[in-house]
């Protein structure tokens, strides 16, 4: 089928942001056109417009917590999969169910990848029998085999260009190039000492790289799966002093990464040196909800996810180093416990389970700013009669108040 064009019904919601969890990636994934962007939070995949950053829809087809999700190079569907190993098909403009697999794999499912005629899934993650699959997206028959790691992938990649090639990352330290099709494997690279938590193809299929604890980044032949050279060590003053949770292509020369370090770093390949650091927020305050937990471009904004639930916004167009985020949107992880409505102001207080309390316009429809995120469950929430200050009450027993203008507690 050709790419489709599509025109998607933006919804004016205060959508939820990315599920994280420290030293994991979370998979998230940009439209062939650069529209949108999707991701996983609870039991629900969220496609934010990346046209108007206050416009998103919400699929709620999955029962169990969701871990994956891919749009088809087509632009016709979107593959998600969750942490029980269970895969649905669905249509991008009407969210309608298209197929449903059932045990893909037999546990987590960390990332989906299409082929670049949207006809194959490689599905990879946890399991007893396998840990990942290649399989026709209506059928679910298996087309090869895609073995030879000994614990789990953490990332796996297909080249969007024939001659087919599909590469491998786990926690057994491994990066594995497989031909295909039917897939077959071709060799082990141990460049790295640690978990691999990154394998990505550029674009135009000549090179693929991989990321991981040990900080390093290695370039690869996209078509041979030779190692070409290493980017990154660890050891250069410019380069991640902690370990790398993610990297995507910005062109098919230059790189972008996210770290433990809470930094954000931009590589030209070609150069092999680093172009820009990149912070979340003020350096000087930077702390562990800063932590970098993925990282995704559609061309005009660099998007790295905080394990805070922040996605950090940067234009490509104007990176420089040292550049703070030139627009950032939270949203709540975890359920809500209860929502106030400040008339005189046209904003809502809203609260949640993990004690994060947001900030919203009702008028512009947007997010404004994080009152409290203290990881303290939030039980119940007041306001004062000028609507000035809100008041909460923990799960300790203990009401608290915060200045809603400056976020301190009184």
């Known amino acids: 089928m050709d790419s489709k064009q599509l025109t998607l019904i933006k919804e004016k919601n205060f959508a939820p942001c990315p599920h994280t969890e420290r030293t994991f990636s979370s998979n998230m994934s940009v439209s062939p056109d650069g529209k949108w962007m999707a991701y996983c939070t609870g039991n629900v995949i969220v496609l934010r417009s990346l046209e108007d950053l206050k416009s998103s829809r919400i699929f709620t087809e999955h029962r169990d917590k969701t871990s994956a999700v891919s749009f088809s190079p087509n632009n016709y569907f979107i593959a998600s999969g969750d942490i029980e190993g269970n895969v649905k098909i669905w249509f991008i403009d009407d969210f309608s169910m298209k197929k449903d697999h059932k045990k893909i794999l037999s546990a987590k499912i960390n990332g989906i990848e299409w082929d670049h005629a949207s006809e194959k899934l490689f599905v990879f993650g946890d399991g007893k029998k396998a840990f990942a699959r290649v399989i026709s997206w209506d059928t679910a028959n298996n087309v090869g085999e895609v073995g030879a790691h000994s614990k789990m992938i953490l990332s796996g990649d297909i080249r969007k260009a024939r001659p087919i090639r599909l590469a491998t990352g786990g926690e057994d330290n491994q990066v594995n190039f497989y031909e295909g099709y039917p897939s077959k ?202 609507e000035d200050r809100v008041y909460y009450l923990n799960n300790k027993g203990m009401i608290r108040a915060i200045d809603i203008q400056s976020s301190a507690e009184l």
Not at 352 to 367: P, R, V
Request: with cysteine; proline share 2%.
């Open 185 to 386: 494997f071709k060799k082990m690279n141990k460049e790295h000492n640690n978990f691999v938590t990154g394998v990505k193809f550029s674009a135009d299929g000549n090179h693929f790289v991989s990321v991981g604890f040990d900080k390093k980044i290695v370039l690869y032949d996209g078509k041979s799966g030779d190692v070409l050279f290493t980017l990154a060590d660890g050891k250069g003053d410019d380069q991640h002093k902690m370990a790398i949770i993610g990297v995507c292509w910005i062109d098919n020369a230059t790189l972008a990464t996210c770290s433990l370090d809470r930094t954000v770093k931009v590589w030209d390949i070609n150069d092999k040196s680093c172009k820009y650091t990149l912070y979340p927020r003020e350096k000087s305050s930077l702390d562990v909800p800063d932590t970098g937990c993925g990282i995704v471009t559609n061309g005009i904004y660099l998007i790295s996810l905080s394990l805070n639930g922040c996605l950090n916004f940067w234009l490509v167009s104007s990176l420089t180093s040292e550049k703070l985020p030139d627009k950032i949107i939270d949203g709540h992880q975890s359920y809500i416990s209860e929502i106030l409505y400040l008339p005189s102001k046209s904003q809502i207080i809203s609260s949640d389970s993990n004690g994060k309390i947001i900030l919203w316009n009702t008028n512009e429809e947007e997010y404004v700013k994080t009152i409290l995120n203290n990881e303290t469950q939030v039980k119940q929430m007041a306001v004062s009669r000028d």
